[in-house]
């Protein structure tokens, strides 16, 4: 099944002020109910006619789609805006650089056997330093993993600079990058969380430190 990315974008109408505006007016409205039927018929009445119209106008306005990308295959990597640039990654490896404000698609490339992010939500997701893009590429075989590996690759172009591979069965996490470390973690058992070892990568490189 093929996925799309589809950025929306409200019509200017409808302001902070506008949403303020209503709401103002529905909590109006709900302490005109409470009041005596003697003290509050007309208002409560006007009140509620003024909410209808204003909530009717704003469920008239239309979100149109400012831009939208075909994948052409299904998402593994959901999109991830990384300093101004979006990126996403299909379930084949395939990983992709578009621009947030037109969609159109700055660079594409092979980054291995698939995303898989763990049961934390966060394994792959990709981070920026230094001109470069870190991501973990990898798939998951049962309770073992299948092809993970660490990638960087060039910010402008998507050019692999290096990687770095565990054992066929292992997994790979990517932590993050700081203070010159690309930092990962290896377990190679999904249930057990055995053989967890933490390793510091050169950004430069690759190259364990």
């Known amino acids: 099944m093929s996925a799309?990315?589809?950025?929306?974008?409200?019509?200017?109408?409808?302001?902070?002020?506008d949403a303020l505006r209503v709401g103002g007016l529905a909590i109006a409205a709900g302490l005109a109910g409470c009041s005596s039927d003697s003290e509050n018929s007309p208002t409560t009445t006007s009140t509620t006619t003024t909410r209808a119209n204003e909530t009717t106008s704003a469920?008239?306005?239309?979100?149109?789609?400012?831009?939208?990308?075909?994948?052409?295959?299904?998402?593994?990597?959901?999109?991830?805006?990384v300093d101004g640039t979006l990126f996403a990654g299909r379930a084949d490896g395939q990983f992709v650089a578009l621009d947030p404000a037109s969609g159109d698609k700055t660079w594409s490339t092979d980054a291995g056997e698939g995303f898989f992010r763990g049961f934390g939500g966060f394994g792959a997701t990709p981070t920026a330093s230094d001109g470069r893009i870190y991501l973990v590429s990898g798939a998951q075989a049962g309770v073992a993993g299948r092809g993970f590996k660490a990638v960087a690759l060039d910010a402008e172009t998507g050019e692999e600079?290096?990687?770095h591979s565990v054992d066929e069965r292992s997994f790979l996490t990517l932590l993050g990058v700081r203070d010159g470390h690309v930092l990962v973690a290896t377990n190679d058992d999904?249930?057990?969380?055995?053989?967890?070892?933490?390793?510091?990568?050169?950004?430069?490189?690759?190259?364990v430190q």
């Open 161 to 163: 600079r290096w990687t």
């Open 59 to 81: 469920q008239s306005l239309v979100v149109h789609a400012a831009w939208a990308y075909d994948l052409s295959g299904k998402t593994a990597l959901p999109p991830t805006l």
């Open 4 to 17: 799309s990315l589809v950025v929306s974008r409200m019509p200017s109408p409808l302001t902070r002020r």
């Open 190 to 207: 999904l249930l057990a969380n055995e053989g967890e070892e933490l390793r510091s990568l050169d950004p430069a490189t690759g190259d």
